[in-house]
């Protein structure tokens, strides 16, 4: 018998899925204004997520995965995100991207 998830992997699953269905398919012109986005289209391809409870009540998620860019060659990413519960809703409080270009020659 399969053990039932976590709630705050459930609502990590739903934040990961949303957040990057967001980007990925819909106007980001809001999302721009926010992180300079120069590109026309993207896509993410998450290959892995994990999720733990912090003791203050938050949901720590890291997510590995690989963006396209446009025409360019995916590139591996990961990023790790906190989500805090504020007035019964959740908000992410921390973001932190990384692209795995550091062993690409220049």
């Given at each position: 018998m399969a053990?039932?998830?976590?709630i705050w992997q459930k609502i990590g699953e739903g934040f990961v899925q949303e957040y990057y269905n967001q980007?990925?398919?819909?106007?980001?012109?809001?999302?721009?204004?926010?992180y300079n986005l120069p590109f026309?289209?993207?896509?993410?391809?998450?290959?892995?997520?994990?999720?733990q409870p912090t003791i203050d009540s938050c949901i720590l998620i890291m997510v590995f995965g690989q963006l396209q860019v446009d025409d360019d060659p995916p590139m591996a990413f990961h990023q790790v995100f906190m989500?805090?519960?504020?007035?019964?809703?959740?908000?992410?409080t921390n973001d932190v991207f990384r692209l795995g270009i550091h062993n690409i020659p220049v």
């Open positions: 053990c039932e998830k976590e980007f990925d398919n819909t106007n980001r012109v809001a999302l721009g204004n926010l026309k289209r993207i896509k993410h391809i998450i290959t892995e997520q994990d999720f989500l805090k519960n504020q007035n019964c809703a959740w908000a992410c």
